[in-house]
């Protein structure tokens, strides 16, 4: 499986950026997405997730400013983030995790760089 992610940039306080992940390869039903971030000199972070039945969860930090979305017929999630802050500069990571068999398997796309300027 292949995670393919683009859509970070540059863009001002209060903007608005839409990232995109394509997954391609051997896709199980059971499985869901996500988008992680990682500050520099930070952890990576959990941003929000998706399930295969569109069950979504947010960090709180994200919470009414980003929208999680997924179209499971071309296997890709998005993320919508509104209203960007300084503190939402990271690099974004796609995230995919799927389960068949009792088994757990995840996959990690290239990062996306998002930079909000003040």
């Known amino acids: 499986v292949q995670l393919q992610a683009s859509g970070g940039g540059l863009v001002q306080f209060g903007g608005s950026l839409r990232l995109s992940c394509a997954a391609s390869?051997?896709?199980?039903?059971?499985?869901?997405m996500a988008w992680h971030r990682q500050a520099p000199g930070k952890q990576r972070d959990l941003v929000a997730l998706?399930?295969?039945?569109?069950?979504?969860n947010y960090a709180d930090s994200v919470k009414g400013r980003f929208t999680i979305s997924r179209d499971s017929a071309k296997n890709t999630v998005y993320l919508q983030m509104n209203s960007l802050k300084p503190e939402d500069t990271a690099v974004y990571y796609c995230?995919?995790?799927?389960?068949?068999?009792?088994?757990?398997?995840?996959?990690w796309g290239q990062g996306t760089l998002v930079t909000v300027s003040s």
């Open positions: 995230n995919l995790y799927q389960f068949r068999l009792g088994n757990r398997y995840e996959y």
């Open positions: 998706i399930t295969e039945i569109g069950t979504t």
């Open positions: 390869g051997r896709i199980f039903s059971n499985n869901v």
